[in-house]
């Protein structure tokens, strides 16, 4: 029997990477601007300090987490090119509205807060995207496809920063078109050319992008989000979804992104307390750990599709979260040797101190963070202030390479598999609202880790924060057990295939 024609199976793999680079071009819309929000900021509003970049920063996954059900619901009744056009240009008139938070006299700091808030609705497609791919291939390519879908996002977020940093080359002033009141500067000219990739992204999707459907066989099938074009009900889609896998891969998925948002946010004060490292070393340093746990992620992506066709994806799944378990373990305070202590109080009033804000910003926005040029010594090393410091042993840098090579090896393992196994238990009917759902708890996830840790890693220290974070992935590793059984995809569990 013909599964499907080899015409449709190419118009159906152009439409899926399409799907790629919306991923792709989502995350650059965050990651593009982010090592420049600090200084622009400053820039356009002396009033704005460092707690305010702390809502700019977390602006972005609020609008996600809103933005991604609603158009994820959409999706489900509506063809999937109104969602992902409308959400892509909300982004691009975004980022336009970025580059002219400067004209405003007043109230300029909430102008740039609306325009990332904005660009994070627009990101919301990503639900769209996902259950569009999830629709779009056979259980047999959707491992592979997850997978792919991942890496381009990772790629967006490592490219995003080296795009910005080829932008700086332009300079702080730039050039000004003064008939339309633009300035073109190192700040403006990153969002707007994000705005044109956006641009791009629409007019692909509106020359190439095509509504396609196949079962979990890889037959074609109807579009069963378009009411015009599902005359009848596919027999495939009766039977109900395992709500109890549902909710659970949703939790699972939530403490995922949680513990990665912790890892990353913690980087910088975590390095700058133990090693007595200076601001610019620990964002130097770190963007270096990063990028090559970037990079790493990356090459995980691409070989667990291979793996995960040998062990299953629960099994991978489990494996991904003893590994960032095994990740967190080892950052625990082992040693008898303190850090070095920040002794004497800084009297200069004019030399800021890092604030709890501070530790939610990520450490690539750190990097503009210029220290007064009448300061002599840039402080260095656990601060008093933090009695912790005086009582609990350092964490050696070995540890710390290591935890990030780990979490980096378990993170991306989980990601991809959640996000597999959850379309997968869904089946063939309608996933928008459901990945909706699962994209707004890592939102959700993403905006509460760095509140988190900041709290209890400034108060308490690294040792009840990393505690903490082993006990709710032991807990995840508990539910898993728990649920593992119901983990499995929608036509095995009605036995309309073998598993």
């Known amino acids: 029997d013909v599964v499907e024609t080899e015409e449709h199976y190419k118009s159906r793999w152009r439409s899926i990477w399409i799907m790629y680079l919306t991923m792709f071009l989502s995350s650059v819309g965050f990651s593009i601007v982010i090592m420049s929000v600090w200084p622009y900021l400053q820039k356009i509003d002396p009033t704005a300090d460092a707690s305010f970049l702390g809502w700019i920063i977390a602006s972005y996954s609020i609008g996600q987490m809103v933005a991604s059900p609603l158009f994820g619901l959409w999706s489900n009744y509506r063809p999937r090119r109104?969602?992902?056009?409308?959400?892509?240009?909300?982004?691009?008139?975004?980022?336009?509205?970025?580059?002219?938070?400067?004209?405003?006299?007043?109230?300029?700091k909430y102008y740039m807060l609306t325009a990332r808030a904005l660009v994070g609705f627009g990101a919301g497609n990503v639900a769209v995207v996902r259950s569009y791919i999830a629709g779009a291939t056979s259980l047999t390519e959707r491992t592979s496809a997850m997978a792919n879908t991942s890496a381009c996002q990772a790629v967006g977020f490592i490219l995003g920063p080296v795009f910005q940093t080829c932008f700086t080359l332009i300079g702080e002033e730039g050039i000004t078109w003064k008939l339309i009141d633009l300035q073109l500067n190192m700040y403006t000219v990153p969002v707007l050319f994000g705005a044109l990739l956006g641009v791009i992204n629409i007019i692909l999707i509106f020359a190439i992008f095509r509504e396609h459907r196949v079962d979990d066989m890889g037959r074609q099938c109807k579009s069963i989000n378009f009411e015009e074009e599902s005359g009848v009900v596919d027999q495939d889609t009766e039977g109900n979804i395992d709500h109890v896998a549902v909710i659970a891969i949703n939790f699972l998925f939530f403490v995922i992104l949680f513990v990665f948002a912790v890892f990353e946010t913690i980087a910088t004060p975590l390095t700058m307390d133990m090693y007595s490292w200076t601001r610019k070393e620990a964002v130097f340093y770190n963007g270096i750990i990063l990028s090559v746990v970037g990079i790493e992620s990356v090459i995980v992506f691409m070989v667990v599709k291979t793996l995960s066709k040998k062990?299953?994806?629960?099994?991978?799944?489990?494996?991904?979260?003893?590994?960032?378990?095994?990740?967190?373990?080892?950052?625990?305070?082992?040693?008898?040797?303190?850090?070095?202590?920040?002794?004497?109080?800084?009297?200069?009033?004019?030399?800021?101190?890092?604030?709890?804000?501070?530790?939610?910003?990520?450490?690539?926005?750190?990097?503009?963070?210029?220290?007064?040029?009448?300061?002599?010594?840039?402080?260095?090393?656990?601060?008093?202030?933090?009695?912790?410091?005086?009582?609990?042993?350092?964490?050696?840098?070995?540890?710390?390479?290591?935890?990030?090579?780990?979490?980096?090896?378990?993170?991306?393992?989980?990601?991809?598999?959640?996000?597999?196994?959850?379309?997968?238990?869904?089946?063939?009917?309608?996933?928008?609202?459901?990945?909706?759902?699962?994209?707004?708890?890592?939102?959700?996830?993403?905006?509460?880790?760095?509140?988190?840790?900041?709290?209890?890693y400034t108060h308490l220290g690294p040792r009840w924060a990393f505690s903490l974070i082993c006990g709710v992935v032991v807990v995840s590793l508990l539910l898993l057990e728990i649920v593992y059984k119901r983990l499995i995809a929608f036509s095995v569990r009605y036995g309309r295939m073998q598993e």
């Open 311 to 456: 062990t299953g994806e629960r099994a991978i799944l489990h494996g991904g979260l003893l590994i960032v378990l095994v990740g967190f373990f080892i950052l625990l305070p082992w040693g008898k040797k303190l850090p070095n202590i920040q002794w004497q109080e800084i009297k200069n009033n004019s030399i800021p101190r890092t604030t709890y804000t501070e530790m939610l910003i990520p450490f690539w926005s750190l990097q503009a963070m210029q220290l007064p040029a009448n300061h002599t010594v840039e402080p260095v090393g656990c601060p008093v202030t933090q009695s912790w410091c005086l009582n609990t042993p350092m964490i050696y840098l070995a540890q710390y390479i290591s935890s990030d090579v780990l979490i980096g090896l378990g993170y991306p393992v989980c990601n991809v598999m959640s996000y597999t196994l959850y379309s997968k238990i869904l089946g063939p009917k309608p996933q928008g609202a459901y990945m909706g759902w699962l994209t707004a708890s890592g939102s959700g996830a993403r905006i509460l880790g760095p509140v988190f840790v900041s709290q209890v």
């Open 82 to 108: 109104e969602p992902l056009v409308v959400s892509i240009a909300i982004s691009v008139a975004a980022n336009c509205l970025y580059a002219y938070v400067h004209v405003p006299h007043s109230h300029n």
